[in-house]
C-alpha cells in the first residue's frame, strides 16, 4: 500500500488568511451602518429644533402682515370719513360714523361678528367733540347725509374749519395667535408682544 498523501503545503495559511479577511468587511459594514443610523437620528433631531423655530416665525410674519393690512384699512377708512364730513357739512356725527363703517374693509368694520363693535370714534369740529357717535342699524349701510337746505337749517360745519376724526380699533380678535376671541394669554407663548390695538387720526377743512 502506498503512502498517505496530506493536505498540500500552504492550505492551512490560505485559510487563515481569508477568514480574517471577510470577518474586518463585516466589522466595517456594521461600523458603516451604526454611523449611518446616528447620522440620520441626528439629522432628524436638527430638523425638529430648526422647524419648530420656522413655524413660529412664519406664524409671527404672516400675523404681522394681517395686522398691517388692518391698520392701512383704518387709516384708508378714516380718511375717507374725513373728507366726507368735510363736504357734508350738515352731516351729523352718527352719519359720518355709519358712512364709515359702510366704506371700511370688512377686516376693521366687522371684526367681533358685528358691524362696528370693535371699533370707537372720537369727532371733533364746529358741533363740538363726541366721543360715542351712534350707530344706526346692525349692518354697515350708507346713510343718507342730513341736507343743509331743511328748514329750520341744520346746524353745518363752517368753511375753512377743521373735522378731525380719531378711530381706535381693538384688534385683539383679530389676532389668530391669540385663539378664539382673543383668549390665549398675553403675550404670545410668553415672548411676543403684539399690537392689540391701532389707531387713525385724520382731518380735514370743511368746504
Not at 437620528?41 to 398691517?68: H, K, N, R, S, Y
Not at 377708512?77 to 364709515?100: E, L
Request: charged share 15%; with cysteine.
Amino acid at each position: 500500500m502506498g503512502r498517505e498523501r496530506g493536505p498540500p503545503v500552504g492550505y492551512d495559511m490560505k485559510q487563515n488568511y481569508t477568514t480574517p479577511k471577510a470577518a474586518s468587511v463585516m466589522r466595517s459594514r456594521m461600523r458603516s451602518l451604526r454611523l449611518f443610523v446616528t447620522r440620520r437620528g441626528q439629522a432628524a433631531v436638527e430638523f425638529a429644533l430648526v422647524a419648530t423655530v420656522a413655524m413660529i416665525v412664519l406664524f409671527v410674519a404672516v400675523q404681522l402682515a394681517l395686522i398691517g393690512e388692518d391698520a392701512l384699512a383704518l387709516g384708508q377708512m378714516n380718511y375717507q370719513g374725513a373728507r366726507w364730513a368735510a363736504v357734508n357739512t350738515c352731516a351729523t356725527h352718527a352719519q359720518v360714523v355709519q358712512y364709515m363703517l359702510s366704506v371700511g374693509s370688512p377686516s376693521v368694520t366687522e371684526s367681533g361678528g358685528s358691524c362696528g363693535t370693535q371699533l370707537k370714534f372720537i369727532i371733533t369740529d364746529d358741533l363740538g367733540t363726541d366721543s360715542s357717535p351712534g350707530i344706526s342699524g346692525s349692518t354697515c349701510t350708507t346713510p343718507t347725509p342730513t341736507s343743509c337746505a331743511g328748514s329750520p337749517a341744520p346746524t353745518s360745519r363752517t368753511f375753512g374749519n377743521p373735522v378731525k376724526i380719531q378711530v381706535n380699533f381693538d384688534a385683539t380678535k383679530a389676532i389668530f395667535l391669540y385663539g378664539a376671541g382673543g383668549a390665549t394669554s398675553k403675550p404670545w407663548m410668553g415672548l411676543i408682544n403684539l399690537p392689540t390695538t391701532l389707531t387713525s387720526t385724520e382731518t380735514a377743512m370743511a368746504v
